[in-house]
């Protein structure tokens, strides 16, 4: 009887964590970039100082998806995008490298490049600053160019050129913060088949109807789990009953 109503328990408590984990995606529905948590449940052996003797479920969140969303187009000039396969390099709080599919970028008042989170953008020797400008473009190779203030409209000048990596995505995990890292700590290289567009962000790659359709089927799961703890409660009483009756 305690091990029926051990997996039943622990099935409920999980599924509650599978249902954080999909209520996630759904939320960030319209989130440009955002990629999508995979959700999984598996049975695990209860270790002790014997043999397990009970199984307990476990709610896991093995990986992300890391598959492309629709691109949007914006007319941004300081919106992109990565076109195909790569990423944006971004320079997170404690100074190392994350990495974002697409940035609606910004200046703030030191002239520092900004991704839409508020992480400057790296470029080829770090952070990118840009000077004062009267227009500014970004290239599919993200060169970075603009016309200076008071310049006439045929003088352009190269600022630099983003960062834009393609590492071996077995070695990429989500953080906390939503931005992508790499798994060993060590900032990708650069590559130079990756390309963006410019005018353009990316979409969220969470589709919401298979996320509903998750999040009604851990629902009902969670209330057959309930129903099971009752019945082992039933049971145990009708079997208290008959023990003082004999």
Same mark, same amino acid.
């Given at each position: 009887?305690?091990?029926?109503?051990?997996?039943?328990?622990?099935?409920?408590?999980? +599924?509650?964590?599978?249902?954080?984990?999909?209520?996630?995606?759904?939320?960030?529905?319209?989130? +440009? $970039?955002?990629?999508?948590?995979?959700?999984?449940?598996?049975?695990?052996?209860?270790?002790?100082? &014997?043999?397990?003797?009970?199984?307990?479920?476990?709610?896991?969140?093995? %990986?992300? !998806?890391?598959?492309? %969303?629709?691109?949007?187009?914006?007319?941004?000039?300081?919106?992109?995008?990565? &076109?195909? !396969?790569?990423?944006?390099?971004?320079?997170?709080?404690?100074?190392?490298? $994350?990495?974002?599919?697409?940035? &609606?970028? +910004?200046?703030?008042?030191?002239?520092?490049?900004?991704? $839409?989170?508020?992480?400057? =953008? #790296?470029?080829?020797?770090?952070?990118?600053?840009?000077?004062?400008?009267?227009?500014?473009?970004? %290239?599919?190779?993200? *060169?970075?160019?603009?016309?200076?203030?008071?310049?006439?409209?045929? =003088?352009?000048?190269?600022?630099?050129?983003?960062?834009?990596?393609?590492?071996?995505?077995?070695?990429?995990?989500?953080?906390?913060?939503?931005?992508?890292?790499?798994?060993?700590?060590?900032?990708? &290289?650069?590559?130079?088949?990756?390309? =963006?567009?410019?005018?353009?962000?990316?979409?969220? +790659? =969470?589709?919401?109807?298979?996320? #509903? *359709?998750?999040?009604?089927?851990?629902?009902?799961?969670?209330?057959?789990?309930?129903?099971?703890?009752?019945?082992?409660?039933?049971? !145990?009483?009708?079997?208290?009953?008959?023990?003082?009756?004999?």
């Amino acid at each position: 009887m305690d091990k029926y109503l051990y997996v039943a328990m622990t099935g409920a408590s999980q +599924n509650a964590l599978a249902q954080k984990a999909h209520a996630n995606n759904l939320a960030n529905l319209s989130t +440009n $970039g955002f990629q999508r948590d995979l959700e999984q449940a598996r049975s695990m052996p209860v270790f002790g100082d &014997s043999f397990p003797a009970r199984a307990f479920a476990m709610s896991e969140r093995p %990986g992300t !998806d890391f598959a492309p %969303g629709p691109m949007v187009q914006t007319g941004r000039d300081l919106d992109v995008a990565v &076109s195909g !396969d790569g990423w944006v390099a971004v320079q997170t709080p404690d100074g190392s490298e $994350g990495y974002v599919r697409t940035a &609606s970028m +910004n200046i703030d008042a030191l002239g520092v490049l900004r991704a $839409g989170n508020g992480m400057p =953008v #790296m470029g080829n020797s770090g952070p990118i600053a840009v000077p004062p400008q009267s227009q500014i473009e970004v %290239g599919e190779d993200g *060169t970075i160019s603009i016309r200076a203030m008071g310049e006439g409209p045929r =003088v352009v000048a190269e600022v630099d050129r983003i960062k834009l990596v393609n590492p071996d995505l077995k070695n990429m995990t989500k953080g906390p913060d939503s931005v992508i890292h790499t798994k060993d700590g060590k900032p990708a &290289s650069v590559d130079g088949n990756v390309k =963006v567009v410019s005018g353009f962000l990316e979409g969220s +790659n =969470v589709n919401a109807v298979e996320e #509903m *359709t998750s999040v009604l089927a851990l629902s009902k799961q969670f209330e057959l789990h309930i129903k099971m703890m009752t019945t082992a409660k039933d049971d !145990d009483q009708a079997m208290a009953r008959v023990l003082q009756n004999s």
